[in-house]
């Protein structure tokens, strides 16, 4: 007959020196009783827990090892009436109205406090004009495309930079006196504007 914890526990009186083995024995390698007195400590420590004694953290993790014990969480709560005590449900009132001021029931109403930290509604804005997202789209391609912005409050600039360093044709109509205003006293350098006139000029 086979015992299904018969290892263990043999194991265990072993360690414990309850039983001894002669090898040298006429019949073969024999079990015997080594000691008297075999107190089951793990039992005791058992009973121990059981009833709430204090057991060393050690013992307690080589118990959770062999699964002898499994630790268990218990809460308790403890519940008072509070001052706001009611066996009735009453929704706060959010505003304080004329009503309520004329025949005084804001006297024994409750009210909803105030958050002044919770964010307002949403306001509704207007849109961007569909040139204004071409723009920015065209802008978005050209900087993922590794050019770089350049300073956009710059009304005057070199003819050099404006045409020259584009690769742009001479003879290109952008070139011409009705798309380009150049600056009094100088062609070297052009305003853009979008006036008819030429500056200096009435």
């Known amino acids: 007959?086979?015992?299904?914890?018969a290892?263990?526990?043999?194991?265990?009186?072993?360690?414990l020196g309850w039983l001894k083995?002669?090898?040298?024995?006429?019949?073969?390698?024999?079990?015997?009783?080594?000691?008297?007195?075999?107190t089951d400590v793990v039992k005791d420590t058992l009973a121990d827990i059981k009833n709430g004694k204090a057991v060393a953290e050690k013992t307690i993790q080589d118990l959770k090892k062999r699964k002898l014990i499994s630790p268990v969480i218990t809460k308790f709560y403890s519940i008072s009436r509070g001052s706001n005590?009611?066996?009735?449900?009453?929704?706060?009132?959010?505003?304080?109205?004329?009503?309520?001021?004329?025949?005084?029931?804001?006297?024994?109403?409750?009210?909803?406090e105030y958050n002044f930290l919770a964010k307002g509604a949403p306001i509704t804005s207007g849109y961007l004009h569909p040139l204004l997202k071409v723009r920015t789209e065209f802008r978005r391609i050209f900087l993922d495309m590794g050019f770089s912005e350049m300073p956009t409050n710059r009304f005057v600039e070199n003819g050099f930079w404006n045409f020259d360093a584009l690769f742009q044709p001479q003879q290109h109509?952008?070139?011409d006196a009705h798309d380009t205003f150049f600056i009094f006293g100088s062609r070297n350098y052009?305003?853009?504007?979008?006036?008819?006139?030429?500056?200096?000029?009435?």
Not at 21 to 38: C, L, M
Not at 90 to 108: F, R, V
């Open 1 to 5: 007959m086979k015992m299904p914890n």
């Open 7 to 15: 290892k263990i526990g043999f194991s265990k009186a072993m360690t």
């Open 21 to 38: 083995i002669d090898k040298k024995h006429e019949n073969g390698p024999t079990v015997f009783r080594s000691t008297d007195d075999a």
């Open 85 to 112: 005590f009611s066996t009735s449900i009453e929704k706060p009132e959010a505003d304080l109205t004329a009503d309520m001021l004329q025949d005084g029931s804001w006297k024994t109403k409750s009210f909803k």
């Open 173 to 175: 109509p952008a070139r």
């Open 190 to 202: 052009m305003c853009f504007k979008t006036s008819s006139r030429l500056p200096g000029k009435s």
